[in-house]
């Protein structure tokens, strides 16, 4: 195997051939395959084209991309592109009932995105959670005026892989005679599709930019390169002040790009070390924590130097970046609380909850709703309650406090913003630990799409209103996605109703499914719901030990 095909290196003759705005057109045939990706046994999968990992998509800002996906599944399928904030396109943001109807079995439909973001980002499946079983791939947009000096680049894509499919996972978890089941099977990790790491080839005296990417649905990654340095230049599409730091410890959606100096002599080659874990599933030896070994190859056959361990090792705290672009802390016209967390219901079952609700998709796309129903768009209730909307004014300036009172670490990811990173603090007032707040050194808090709130702490993260469209905020942990951790932030309704022409296209995907393309929530006129299913309603707040074993 070709060591390009396992590193996705690529080398600086590729970045001076993206000299002006291209047309980047890719087709994407979704379809199931049956393959033993981990060792675990051959279970079905979702592949692209017959393949499974499929490539990566690259494109340069200024680009545009056109994305064909035919959907050869037996379920509808919706793909989003993680961090482009389709400003203008809202309808072009993929989350299937918020701001599309999935295309149906055997149709196809094109994406067309106007790139007007560089950095690190990736495509994933937005429908019944397809990217747990496999849809999903880096997407790197390469910057024209790249700040950073760096000879080559490689890209290293983190997942977590199951043994059993998503559905089956989720059944299990949402099984109501069993409130608390015990924990699935352990995943393996996946590096750029396979299941060892790469070996990254490094010459002397050169610089290397590593873009890592975790894919993962459920499980964290630690990863470091004992001997070598990394200087952390961006996160979720973001430059960033290089920041130097001992190894990187990403949650789900996260990517960060580092830039890694190789040593002046070939005398050795170095490890790379990846850590597979989750803070909230048992520790059982070799299975997690699970850990990985690669190779940064200086010379083929050269002796391996093991560094020794740092003293005083630390992972990257993200509140310490700072943005490149120098943007001040932004005033704030709104607070407002989102408190994720788990609940046992009256159906038995565990489910996940933003501000008490579990998230139900509505019976049309929230942006439907938006763009039909006048001056009702303004009001949350129009959407349906389940879909626990939450509407902004334009151009406000927003702060969320992320509260997570929860036994579980959450990933949060807003679709169409960066936010900047305010504080970490504990929720417990009482608590002696210190509020972390952003690095005073640049006054420029770093701005992310995806944020791991802490078990029992809050983050404070804000953004201006700038983007009208209706914008998920969800758990990126799929279980915790599928179990309801979701909320609807509709931006500037009245703004998008004057500006936003939904392609026929893309309603035609609804038509061919019989669903609507106007009216409330449930399809209706005005505030008549009538037609929503019932959901269950909370019992009690949990919070307990038992809730440990069930969600993930
Ligand atoms: C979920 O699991 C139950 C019990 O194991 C089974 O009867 C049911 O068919 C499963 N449903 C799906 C959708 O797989
Ligand atoms: C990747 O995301 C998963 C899920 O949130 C998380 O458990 C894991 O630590 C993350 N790994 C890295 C390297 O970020
Ligand atoms: C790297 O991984 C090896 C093997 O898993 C481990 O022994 C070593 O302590 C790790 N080193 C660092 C610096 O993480
Ligand atoms: C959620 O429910 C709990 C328990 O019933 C209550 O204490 C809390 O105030 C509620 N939170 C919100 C945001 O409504
Ligand atoms: C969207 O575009 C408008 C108009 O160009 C701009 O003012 C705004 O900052 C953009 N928002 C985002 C999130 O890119
Ligand atoms: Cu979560």
Redesign the pocket.
């Known amino acids: 195997m070709r060591l390009n095909d396992r590193s996705l290196g690529l080398c600086g003759l590729l970045l001076a051939t993206l000299a002006s705005a291209a047309r980047v057109v890719v087709d994407w045939d979704v379809g199931y395959v049956h393959v033993d990706r981990d060792g675990s046994g051959m279970r079905r999968a979702i592949a692209v084209n017959g393949q499974l990992p499929f490539p990566p998509v690259y494109a340069a800002m200024g680009d545009t991309l056109s994305l064909t996906v035919r959907n050869s599944l037996d379920v509808t399928t919706s793909v989003h592109a993680h961090g482009l904030?389709q400003?203008g396109t809202n309808y072009m943001d993929g989350p299937a009932m918020v701001t599309q109807c999935g295309i149906p079995p055997g149709h196809s439909f094109t994406y067309e995105y106007a790139i007007q973001q560089f950095g690190t980002y990736w495509i994933h499946a937005h429908d019944h959670h397809q990217n747990a079983d496999g849809l999903r791939t880096p997407f790197v947009v390469f910057d024209r005026n790249e700040p950073n000096r760096y000879d080559a680049e490689y890209v290293l894509a983190l997942e977590d892989w199951y043994a059993v499919e998503f559905a089956d996972r989720l059944n299990a978890t949402l099984d109501p005679t069993k409130p608390f089941p015990p924990p699935p099977s352990f995943p393996n990790a996946l590096f750029n599709g396979h299941k060892e790491l790469p070996v990254l080839r490094f010459a002397p005296g050169k610089t290397y930019r590593l873009r890592i990417i975790n894919m993962s649905t459920t499980e964290w990654f630690k990863f470091n390169l004992p001997g070598h340095q990394m200087r952390v230049i961006e996160a979720d599409g973001e430059n960033t002040h290089p920041y130097e730091t001992d190894g990187l410890d990403m949650g789900p959606a996260q990517r960060y790009s580092v830039l890694v100096t190789a040593h002046d002599t070939d005398e050795f080659n170095y490890p790379l070390n990846a850590t597979l874990y989750a803070s909230f599933t048992p520790q059982i030896a070799g299975k997690n924590p699970r850990f990985y070994q690669g190779l940064i190859e200086y010379r083929t056959g050269a002796p391996t130097k093991v560094a020794p361990e740092p003293s005083a090792f630390s992972w990257l705290d993200d509140v310490k970046l700072s943005a490149l672009s120098g943007q001040p802390p932004l005033p704030v016209d709104r607070q407002i609380e989102v408190t994720v967390s788990g609940s046992l219901f009256t159906s038995g079952q565990t489910l996940d909850v933003v501000n008490n609700i579990t998230y139900v998709p509505p019976k049309i796309p929230s942006l439907y709703t938006a763009l039909t129903v006048g001056e009702l768009a303004m009001d949350p209730r129009v959407y349906g309650p389940q879909t626990n909307a939450i509407v902004l004014k334009h151009l406000e300036f927003v702060e969320l406090k992320l509260n997570n009172p929860n036994v579980l670490p959450h990933p949060i990811h807003i679709h169409g913003?960066a936010f900047q990173i305010i504080e970490y603090g504990p929720l417990d007032s009482t608590s002696k630990e210190p509020v972390r707040g952003f690095s005073s050194a640049y006054n420029s808090p770093m701005r992310r799409d995806s944020v791991v709130i802490p078990v029992g702490h809050y983050v404070k993260i804000r953004f201006r209103a700038?983007?009208p469209g209706l914008w998920y905020l969800h758990c990126h942990l799929d279980i915790h996605f599928a179990m309801g951790m979701a909320m609807t932030i509709v931006e500037a309704p009245d703004v998008l109703q004057k500006t936003l022409k939904v392609p026929e296209a893309m309603l035609n995907l609804c038509r061919a499914q019989g669903i609507k393309t106007w009216g409330n929530g449930a399809g209706n006129d005005g505030l008549n719901l009538a037609g929503l299913p019932t959901p269950p309603t909370m019992t009690m707040q949990s919070g307990s030990a038992t809730e440990i074993s069930s969600e993930h």
Do not use: A, Q, S, W
């Open positions: 904030f400003n913003h700038d983007n």
